[in-house]
């Protein structure tokens, strides 16, 4: 650290708060009074007498207002006093060693050349090359084209790296930087880059070719495995989930062929592919960091860990810099177990059709989180202290050892230590241990990563959030609404087992993490609670126009004025807050299409499985998001056309929803025709209203069901039962006696 003769050491990161709250806490306590009148008004205006499914409505409306508004509540916690970090990397003297572990699981929907640009990209980080160390962690073990397609990015390293250093590249991935910097054709002093910039891209362009070639053929030929003796480890009986634990040290960082082609040393690169046999639980992602920690420690030992998933490539060479700063700081830095960056993604349409670019909670939410005590951890684009990860409680004392030992002895051979980590992959390993418990990443959970933060906070620790101009880290969003909805199943599943398990942030961050922390973490935890209520309110009202049961205020009446505030303020807020983080108004309309479809379907299933998971009815899985669709798919995702061309049972559930509320406005209408002197309008104002939203929200559905005739339209068996679906309901409850 540097030494101020004046000012003594100079902090390595500040913190800002976020400006012009006031203003916000004295609209939202007007939004809380808002909600308030509508609990009273639910509770004063209970229909004691009458008709029985009116009653049951209107308690079924009233407990999902009841809901909605504690939801709004928790809501708060992260948008009260956000804060915000930077750095001051010109300050940073001590360079600490980092191990980066990249996840890869399927060669099949996670393609390798994809898989060794995220590689690629953090070997070529800004930072001492004898300092990294990069693990790859193959759960595809079963075939060695893995392997292979990491044997080639070795060899492109050597070129790629000393040209990253050479022009100062911020994104280190080849594939995106070829794909945005176009070559340069002007001006005498870019004469050397445009003469390295053809040389480098046509070796990448051959790789590329190489690479393909072997993945489209399933196999490496046999000239290749020549190559390399790693190759040996698979046999014609290696399946993915049966084979031996492979480790293959591809650069050692010790001898000559460890020297890019300036005589500079490259990072150490080493291939994982744990033991896998059918029978065993291998708990997934989270099984395998673990092996990669164990393995790590042996042949590296850095004190810092930084996870990325396969598809996440550093956009940002300074990001292990940034991170740095805040474990170096003085002050502050002995208390940090993570430094998280935000997930971002690189393949987002205009206008965000699936709303997966997580705007609010990217630019909000998390540095609520941050001021509270810490951002969540997320998977991907984090920095750990690896003995906070590995279970260590936080001591104020204890100060960090910043230059740590790993026990590779220094004559032992390649090939000895290769078979010492091997012990350390394999199946049993684990067995009477507190790996997956105490120890590395938790197991049990389909979102290892949020339940593994917050075990490391209630250990003591604090997290910080880091989100800096330039992304650190982006990857790709799914491009089907279907990837997407089993996507947010898994989240939200995974986070709602946390909260009704023994993991639960009140229970295990009991006294041990802020009340205002446990609160923003239960916002998350909620998720898939929501999709009750917000199915109630999506279907009850709308059923009940056909049976003229008002379930609203009158417009004549007083207390339709704190429904109409706080529907229509908070609106509006929420569009000005999305705007502000940088979207667009039609981006904020598909995120409120989104959030509906979500939670009608993902969220619902999610809740459902985790509570037959509690009881011990539902096996744990995690379904791998594909990184790669087929062409056509690709177009009208680009075209933002939603694609519904599959037969899901998710789609009929968001069908029916659709039809429901387009019988609800007919009927109204109908009855405003036919029987005007019934003054629906006046008794049905809201509900109506509601009918008409939803109906706009869902136009892209009834352009599925009927007009679409591409094969991304809704499929139509999933058109025919939803309308089935629907009707009935109608009928049911519009032939139900009472
Ligand atoms: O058995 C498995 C399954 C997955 N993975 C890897 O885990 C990563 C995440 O999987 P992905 O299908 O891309 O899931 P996402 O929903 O995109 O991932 C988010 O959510 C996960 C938790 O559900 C976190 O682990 C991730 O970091 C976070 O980015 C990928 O690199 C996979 O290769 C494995 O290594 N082994
Ligand atoms: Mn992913």
Redesign the pocket.
């Known amino acids: 650290m540097v030494r101020d003769d004046d000012h003594g050491t100079l902090p390595l990161f500040e913190t800002k708060p976020m400006k012009g709250r006031l203003a916000y806490q004295l609209y939202a306590t007007s939004v809380f009074v808002g909600i308030i009148l509508i609990w009273v008004y639910r509770y004063s205006h209970f229909p004691a007498t009458g008709d029985p499914t009116g009653r049951w409505a209107w308690l079924i409306m009233s407990a999902s207002e009841f809901w909605f508004g504690l939801y709004w509540v928790l809501s708060q916690f992260v948008r009260w006093n956000p804060v915000f970090r930077s750095t001051f990397k010109e300050r940073l003297v001590v360079l600490p060693g980092i191990d980066v572990f990249v996840?890869?699981?399927?060669t099949k929907i996670?393609p390798p050349i994809m898989v060794i640009n995220t590689v690629l990209s953090v070997l070529a980080y800004d930072y001492p090359p004898e300092k990294i160390n990069v693990y790859l962690?193959d759960?595809d073990g079963g075939s060695e084209l893995m392997f292979y397609a990491l044997l080639e990015a070795s060899a492109f390293a050597k070129h790629w790296l000393p040209f990253c250093k050479k022009f100062q590249v911020k994104t280190t991935s080849p594939g995106a930087f070829f794909s945005n910097v176009q070559e340069p054709d002007e001006g005498l002093d870019d004469l050397q880059f445009s003469h390295d910039w053809l040389v480098i891209k046509k070796l990448y362009n051959q790789m590329q070719d190489r690479v393909k070639t072997a993945t489209r053929l399933g196999r490496v030929s046999d000239e290749t495995r020549e190559l390399h003796k790693g190759f040996n480890e698979w046999n014609s009986n290696s399946a993915s989930d049966d084979h031996q634990a492979i480790v293959q040290i591809l650069i050692d960082g010790k001898n000559s062929t460890s020297l890019d082609i300036e005589g500079q040393i490259l990072p150490k690169l080493v291939y994982v592919a744990r033991e896998k046999r059918p029978h065993y639980s291998?708990n997934?992602?989270a099984g395998?960091l673990n092996t990669l920690i164990r393995v790590s420690s042996v042949i590296s030992n850095s004190p810092i860990i930084l996870t990325i998933?396969?598809?996440?490539y550093s956009d940002n060479s300074e990001s292990v810099k940034d991170a740095m700063c805040c474990f170096m700081d003085e002050e502050n830095g002995n208390k940090i177990a993570y430094v998280q960056f935000p997930?971002s993604s690189h393949n987002i349409t205009e206008h965000d059709m699936y709303a997966s670019c997580f705007r609010v909670p990217n630019e909000l939410e998390m540095g609520g989180m941050d001021a509270n005590g810490g951002p969540c951890y997320?998977?991907?684009g984090c920095f750990h202290r690896r003995t906070a990860l590995c279970g260590a409680q936080y001591a104020d004392k204890l100060k960090p050892e910043w230059i740590t030992e790993n026990t590779r002895n220094e004559q032992e051979s390649t090939g000895v230590l290769q078979k010492r980590c091997k012990s350390l992959a394999s199946c049993t390993y684990e067995k009477d241990t507190q790996w997956g418990k105490e120890m590395g990443l938790l197991y049990g959970f389909?979102?290892?990563?949020v339940v593994t933060g917050l075990a490391m906070q209630s250990r003591g620790w604090k997290s910080v959030y880091l989100n800096p101009k330039k992304k650190g880290f982006v990857?790709i969003a799914p491009v089907t609404l279907l990837d997407v909805l089993v996507?947010h199943k898994?989240?939200s599943e995974?986070q709602f087992s946390i909260l009704i398990s023994k993991c639960c942030p009140f229970v295990f961050g009991y006294q041990k993490i802020p009340f205002t922390l446990q609160m923003s973490y239960t916002l998350y935890l909620l998720w898939a609670a929501n999709s009750l209520p917000t199915l109630a309110y999506v279907t009850v009202p709308q059923l009940c126009i056909l049976k003229d049961i008002p379930l609203f205020p009158k417009v004549s009446s007083l207390w339709i004025l704190p429904f109409l505030y706080v529907i229509i303020s908070q609106y509006i807020y929420s569009l000005g807050e999305f705007v502000i983080c940088g979207g667009s108004v039609k981006g904020w309309l598909n995120e409120q299409r989104m959030w509906l479809f979500k939670r009608t379907t993902s969220y619902l299933i999610a809740f459902l499985d985790a509570l037959l998971g509690q009881l011990g009815f539902s096996k744990l899985g995690?379904?791998?998001?594909p990184k790669v669709v087929d062409e056509d798919v690709l177009q009208r995702y680009k075209k933002e056309v939603m694609e519904f061309g599959n037969a899901s049972g998710m789609f009929t559930g968001l069908a029916f929803i659709a039809i429901l509320n387009v019988v609800g406005l007919f009927w109204c209408l109908k009855t405003l025709v036919m029987d005007p002197g019934k003054c629906v309008l006046d008794r049905l104002v809201l509900q109506v209203g509601l009918c008409v939203v939803v109906v706009w929200i869902n136009l892209p559905v009834y352009e599925g069901l009927f007009l679409r005739k591409d094969a991304g339209k809704v499929p139509t068996s999933v058109a025919c039962n939803s309308v089935m679906l629907a009707l009935m309901a109608c009928m049911f409850v519009l032939y139900s006696n009472s």
């Not at 996840?103 to 399927?106: G, K, L, N, P, S």
């Not at 998933?309 to 996440?312: G, P």
């Not at 389909?446 to 990563?449: H, S, V, W």
Request: charged share 30%.
């Open positions: 996840c890869t699981a399927d996670e962690s759960d291998h997934f992602k395998a998933d396969c598809d996440v997930d997320i998977g991907s389909p979102t290892e990563d990857g996507q898994r989240w995974g995690f379904t791998v998001t």
